[in-house]
Every structure is written in structure tokens, then in C-alpha cells.
């Protein structure tokens, strides 16, 4: 089956954007070392990044026909997105929120994800590795 690798708003500048929170990895490289870590698992693996919203939910909505599970760091969105939220639970596909910072040590309103109740997993804080735990999170879950 194949894995659904969503990246929202800002993620097209990992590598240049703020690094001393992001890290110095580009998307690419995430790209690279989550696909990698999907195909060791016996998954295919799509790569998305959308700056629109709604484009994320397209995305997601097609992802019910294409793909076993889903992977989404959905950048500022997971504070802000009801419309996303709703999107993962209305697929039914297991998904795993995934953020390469700890949102938890940054600012209030990074605290609070829209996303977090309807993912079956969350992961923060452990850099772009996070994306390959959450790999690792759907071979275990799914059949
Ligand atoms: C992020 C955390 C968000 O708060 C922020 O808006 C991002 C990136 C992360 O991966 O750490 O764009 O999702």
C-alpha cells in the first residue's frame, strides 16, 4: 500500500527558514529519508507540500482511494484548521501528526493542534526523524 506524506504552509523552506528550530534538512531530504524508510517497510510513498489549505484537504480527501495511511505535518495549520481536522477524520485512513519542532516548548499558541484528536499518533520534537518514527508507527498498525 502506500503512505500519504503531507507537509502544509512554510515547509517548502525547511533548510533556510529559521534553522536553529528546523534544522538545516530541506524538504527534499525529508522527502528522501521518509520514502526511503517507507519502501524498507514494503510501502510506496507520495510526497505532498501545499501552501493552501485547501489544496491539503483536497489532498487528503484523494488519499481515501490511493493510500493505507496518512503522515501530515500540517505547519501552522494544526492551530488554526478546522477544515484539515475534519478532512483526516472524514478518510478514516490512520494518520500520524507529525512536527519537527517541540511545539510544546515554543509559543502558547503552537500548544493547542485542531489535528491531534482525530491522528492516532502524534510525535514532536524529534527533528525530520519524527517523519521516519511515523513510519515506523503505521508498519506496526497496519495489517
Ligand atoms: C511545525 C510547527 C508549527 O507550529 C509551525 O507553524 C510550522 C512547523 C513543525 O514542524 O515544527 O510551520 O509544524
Do not use: K, W
Amino acid at each position: 500500500g502506500e503512505l500519504l506524506i503531507l507537509n502544509g504552509p512554510n515547509l517548502n523552506l525547511l533548510g533556510t527558514r529559521e534553522p536553529a528550530i528546523y534544522g538545516s534538512h530541506t524538504l527534499d531530504d525529508v522527502a528522501r529519508l521518509t520514502v526511503a524508510a517507507a519502501n524498507a517497510a514494503g510501502f510506496s510513498a507520495e510526497c505532498i507540500q501545499s501552501n493552501h489549505e485547501g489544496d491539503l484537504v483536497d489532498a487528503i480527501h484523494a488519499a481515501r482511494d490511493t493510500a493505507v495511511g496518512l503522515i501530515i505535518n500540517a505547519g501552522a495549520y494544526t492551530h488554526t484548521s478546522v477544515a484539515i481536522r475534519d478532512a483526516i477524520s472524514g478518510v478514516e485512513l490512520p494518520a500520524v501528526e507529525v512536527h519537527i519542532s517541540n511545539v510544546h516548548r515554543r509559543e502558547e499558541f503552537r500548544h493547542h493542534s485542531y489535528l491531534s484528536p482525530v491522528c492516532d499518533a502524534v510525535i514532536v520534537g524529534a527533528g525530520i526523524h519524527g517523519y521516519v518514527m511515523a513510519v515506523s508507527y503505521l508498519d506496526q498498525v497496519l495489517p
